[in-house]
């Protein structure tokens, strides 16, 4: 903390330097502009340990503030590069209102940050759903019309906790979904500080069963099976390199499930989350990272449900995460197998989403 503590704390100097001395504000205002910078540092070095080194519970309106001034932060720092190439081709031109044009467009970035991110903030919190029908080669007849939610990257712990939860549970079973579907990163921080804050899953209801494997967010703090041990406490069935078999009427296909792609204690496996299967079985992989979908083509998966993305969260981050994942969101391909990528319910850090909207999948399957 120590360290992040001070890359932020030069950063609002900067910051401080740049926005309020550079563009000559009187002494007054150059007062409260530092006092506020000090207290909004404050407010983010807090945020850094929250669910990981401390319960966040007791002062989450003030770890709040932090995360979603870090998203603040973020947008200053795209603008004050954008200024910067700006205020150069001024000064090879020779343009004589380089110290208008400075006063002006720095404004103007403090008021577009904010707008943007205040704006992020409502998106991140109006829950919404999103259905798509999928028509897969292979699926059983008697599992036509299956409606499944799938629900990754709640997110709960530091900005957000129970509450949070409790919302998503309610809009998840409103959908009355057949099957849930949980692919991983529904916390942030560690099963002492930020276990409660997922308690209410235990409250999701679904006719043939729910099902949970591990993101890289379960691994931060503790081991991956920490925290399946703790969902298993909360009525979900984990899937740990292993498959569980789904059977209505006179059909069976198999739930099947990895550790996260990036882990290695333990490592992803599909290839033993295959392993016993009857042949032939229809089978949806869950799987954390899309960046897994490669793996499952080549071992024959029928369909991989996929979180992580978060659709890039905050443009224009869903440009390099498209890039790094090969997704965004929604269906593609990776060979002949189709992959269905939510852009999850939650967020990780900010509490904020900017043209990526959050959101719970109802994707119903259907017979090709």
């Known amino acids: 903390m120590l360290s992040v503590g001070a890359v932020l704390g030069l950063f609002h100097w900067l910051l401080y330097r740049r ?4 563009t000559g504000l009187n002494l007054a205002c150059r007062r409260i502009a530092g006092g506020i910078l000090v207290a909004l540092w404050a407010c983010a070095v807090t945020a850094v340990g929250a669910g990981n080194v401390y319960s966040p519970r007791p002062i989450r309106p003030v770890v709040w503030i932090g995360e979603v001034w870090t998203a603040v932060l973020f947008y200053l720092a795209l603008g004050l590069i954008v200024i910067g190439l700006m205020l150069a081709v001024a000064r090879l031109t020779k343009y004589s209102g380089r110290r208008v044009l400075l006063q002006v467009s720095s404004a103007g970035l ?14 991140a919190d109006r829950l919404r759903v999103v259905e798509t029908d999928l028509t897969l080669a292979g699926l059983p007849q008697s599992f036509d019309g299956l409606r499944v939610a799938v629900v990754a990257d709640i997110h709960v712990g530091a900005a957000r906790g129970a509450e949070f ?16 579907v949980l692919p991983g990163d529904l916390l942030d921080g560690s099963v002492e500080f930020v276990g409660p804050d997922i308690d209410p899953i235990a409250g ?9 494997v591990a993101g890289n967010h379960e691994g931060y703090v503790n081991r991956p099976d920490n925290w399946l041990d703790y969902y298993e406490s909360l009525g979900m069935t984990t899937l740990r390199n292993s ?22 204690d333990p490592s992803p496996d599909v290839q033993a989350a295959l392993g016993g299967q009857d042949a032939g079985r229809f089978t949806i992989l869950l799987a954390h990272q899309p960046l897994q979908g490669a793996d499952a083509s080549e071992r024959g998966v029928d369909l991989q449900l996929s979180g992580h993305t978060h659709g890039g969260q905050m443009w224009p981050l869903m440009y390099p995460v498209k ?35 959050p959101e719970i999948s109802i994707v119903t399957l259907r017979t090709k």
């Open 19 to 22: 926005l309020a001395v550079a």
């Open 110 to 123: 403090v008021v577009a940050a904010l707008g943007t991110v205040a704006y992020g903030v409502m998106e």
């Open 165 to 180: 939860s409790q919302r998503v549970v309610d809009l998840v079973n409103e959908q009355q979904p057949d099957v849930i």
């Open 204 to 212: 999701l209801r679904a006719k043939y069963g729910k099902f949970v």
């Open 243 to 264: 498959h569980q078999p789904l059977t209505i009427g006179d059909a069976t296909i198999d739930i099947a499930g990895v550790y996260d792609f990036a882990a290695d």
């Open 323 to 357: 890039w790094i994942n090969g997704t965004v969101s929604g269906v593609s391909h990776v060979g002949e197998m189709p992959m269905y990528t939510t852009r999850g319910i939650g967020a990780w850090g900010p509490p904020v989403r900017v043209g990526a909207p």
